[in-house]
Nanobody
């Protein structure tokens, strides 16, 4: 069993900052990528940022220069520092991981439960 537990969401004013955390636990053999997706009401889930095991990163164009993804491999934890937040960043943010639970198993997708981020004055 693998669990991804997010924290750090909440209500913030436009221009403010939040830091999301996601810790992976359970039967983890190796983690390939960890990242964040978000889903706003009435919209499809979209990629926000992803970081690979070699620390290469990829960001959605809408968050480049404002959000920073980082990772602590020793803690199996990924962070998303969100600055200069805008109302359009309002969404449920989901943690995602591509990982293996054993040496001889396939890579699989795992998702967290989601954390609400609301940007409003």
């Amino acid at each position: 069993q693998v669990q991804l537990v997010e924290s750090g969401g909440g209500l913030v004013q436009p221009g403010g900052s939040l830091r999301l955390s996601c810790a992976a636990s359970g039967s983890i053999f190796s983690i390939y990528t960890m990242g964040w997706y978000r889903q706003a009401p009435g919209k499809q889930r979209e990629l926000v940022a992803v970081i690979a095991s070699g620390d290469s990163t990829n960001y959605a164009d809408s968050v480049k220069g404002r959000f920073t993804i980082s990772r602590d491999n020793a803690k199996n934890t990924v962070y998303l520092q969100m600055n200069s937040l805008k109302p359009e960043d309002t969404a449920v943010y989901y943690c995602h991981a591509l990982l293996k639970t054993g040496a001889l198993v396939f890579i699989n997708n795992y998702w967290g439960q989601g954390t609400q981020v609301t940007v409003s004055s």
